[in-house]
């Protein structure tokens, strides 16, 4: 049974729920560079997600005109957020996630130099210090690099990937990009950020949604009468979703 404090869990961050037509932008395939796609369905009123139709990649577009603001949050709503798990009195829900992350990493690469891009508050990356792995993070929210680094002791850049210094923090055996990966504007780039940072024998960690399921939630919260997202019939993808033949 939850006890009160759990219960008066506080989420940090900037992210509304519903955004307007003058806060996103259509962008082109960030793999091939197209224009040419199909809407499969719009969430938070005006997030849409869409397929590109030369290399059928399934990405945001129209997409927030500055993702990475959304993570400009408040420092001490950050750190309600996180405060049962700083004060030792809470796991955080994702850590079983974290841990089977860690497992599958270390059965290519058991120990070595880790780099964490975009670690938030530092909950993987805490994972991967108790591990034994010498381990830092990267992180352009000054609130967010400010509470991995003061509340769990974390060591952690405040910059972005781009503005790490090779000749200051050397190279890496592990990057990973934890459900980082589908908020990058330049995909592309940053993996070229990435390759510089990255031991000739370095592991590239990359972890995203999954477009399926995704597709199949939003069905499902049509069914359980919860609003669903707008679902486009102009696609391969939301026509399976729609008709039902996703699973
Ligand atoms: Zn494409």
Not at 86 to 107: Q, T
Request: net charge negative; with cysteine.
């Amino acid at each position: 049974m939850l006890d009160q404090e759990t219960r008066d869990y506080v989420g940090g961050g900037l992210q509304k729920d519903e955004y307007g037509a003058d806060e996103v932008i259509e962008v082109a395939c960030p793999l091939c560079g197209s224009n040419d796609k199909d809407l499969i369905y719009v969430e938070h009123g005006a997030i849409g997600i869409s397929q590109c139709r030369p290399c059928r990649l399934i990405y945001a577009s129209p997409r927030l005109k500055s993702p990475e603001q959304v993570y400009w949050g408040d420092a001490e709503r950050y750190f309600e957020e996180a405060r049962l798990i700083y004060a030792g009195k809470a796991a955080s829900h994702r850590d079983p996630n974290y841990l089977e992350e860690l497992d599958l990493i270390e059965s290519f690469k058991p120990t070595g130099r880790f780099l964490d891009v975009g670690c938030n508050l530092g909950m993987l990356l805490r994972h991967a210090v108790k591990r034994n792995w010498t381990a830092c993070g990267v992180e352009p929210s000054p609130s967010l690099f400010a509470l991995a680094r003061e509340r769990l002791g974390l060591s952690v850049h405040n910059c972005f990937l781009h503005e790490l210094d090779e000749g200051q923090v050397g190279k890496f055996d592990i990057i990973a990009l934890s459900d980082v990966f589908e908020h990058i504007c330049d995909p592309l780039a940053i993996l070229g950020e990435v390759k510089r940072l990255l031991t000739d024998d370095g592991i590239v960690y990359i972890k995203v949604p999954n477009g399926n399921w995704n597709l199949f939630k939003q069905r499902l919260y049509g069914l359980m009468g919860r609003r669903p997202a707008t679902l486009r019939r102009t696609s391969r993808w939301s026509r399976r979703c729609v008709d039902g033949d996703v699973a």
